[in-house]
T-cell receptor
C-alpha cells in the first residue's frame, strides 16, 4: 500500500539534545512538508520541499532543520535551539502540478521533553 | 493575509442532524480549499476539497459551500453519525507555495 511512514511514534528529548524524526513516502510525490500541531490548534508549517535537494522555511522554522537528499525521504531535526519542542509532528506529501494538490499525511510523531 | 479563521471551536450534534463548520480567509490568492478529518493519534485525512471556480461540491454526506465574494467556505455534514466524531480542519493554499494554511480546528461530537 502506498503511503507515508513516520517514525518513531513517540520520542523523548533531553535538554540540549538534537533529535531526528523520520518521514518516508512511497507515493512518488515530489513535494513533502513538515507541520507542527499543538493541542487545540491547527497545523503550522515548519519546512517544505518541492524537489530533491531543495527546501524552504515555513512559518515556524526556527529551531528546526531538514534535508532532502532522496525523493522519498524528508527527515526533520529538532535542535536544542527549539525551546518548546513538545508537540505532535506531522509529515505530508503531494504531487506537483498546477493549483492545489491533495496532501497525504502520516500518522505523526509525538515528541516530549524528559 | 495568511490566516484562515475557523468556527466553532467545538460542536455537539445529535445523530441524524446537520453539522456545519465555517471558515473565512483574507488572502484572495488562495485557490484551493480542502477539508481534513482527524481522529485522535492519527494524521489528518482529506475529506473533500473545492476550487474557487465553483460554489458547491458534494461528496456523499459531505458538502462544501464556497462564497468567493465573502471569502468564506463551509462544510456541511448531512445525517451526522457517531463515527463522524472527530476534529475537522479547513485549509487553503495558493499555487506557488502549495503548503497548506490551516484553520484552528473544530471538534465535532455526534451524540447517539
Amino acid at each position: 500500500d502506498g503511503g507515508i511512514t513516520q517514525s518513531p511514534k513517540y520520542l523523548f528529548r533531553k535538554e540540549g539534545q538534537n533529535v531526528t524524526l523520520s518521514c518516508e513516502q512511497n507515493l512518488n510525490h515530489d513535494a513533502m512538508y513538515w507541520y507542527r500541531q499543538d493541542p487545540g490548534q491547527g497545523l503550522r508549517l515548519i519546512y517544505y520541499s518541492q524537489i530533491v535537494n531543495d527546501f524552504q522555511k515555513g512559518d515556524i522554522a526556527e529551531g528546526y532543520s531538514v534535508s532532502r537528499e532522496k525523493k522519498e525521504s524528508f527527515p526533520l531535526t529538532v535542535t536544542s535551539a527549539q525551546k518548546n519542542p513538545t508537540a505532535f509532528y506531522l509529515c505530508a506529501s503531494s504531487s506537483q502540478g498546477g493549483g492545489g494538490q491533495p496532501q497525504h499525511f502520516g500518522d505523526g510523531t509525538r515528541l516530549s521533553i524528559l | 493575509q495568511q490566516q484562515v479563521k475557523q468556527s466553532p471551536q467545538s460542536l455537539i450534534v445529535q445523530k441524524g442532524g446537520i453539522s456545519i463548520i465555517n471558515c473565512a480567509y483574507e488572502n484572495t490568492a488562495f485557490d484551493y480549499f480542502p477539508w481534513y478529518q482527524q481522529f485522535p493519534g492519527k494524521g489528518p485525512a482529506l475529506l473533500i476539497a473545492i476550487r474557487p471556480d465553483v460554489s458547491e461540491k458534494k461528496e456523499g454526506r459531505f458538502t462544501i459551500s464556497f462564497n468567493k465574494s465573502a471569502k468564506q467556505f463551509s462544510l456541511h455534514i448531512m445525517d451526522s453519525q457517531p463515527g463522524d466524531s472527530a476534529t475537522y480542519f479547513c485549509a487553503a493554499s495558493m499555487g506557488g507555495r502549495r503548503a497548506l494554511t490551516f484553520g484552528s480546528g473544530t471538534r465535532l461530537q455526534v451524540q447517539p
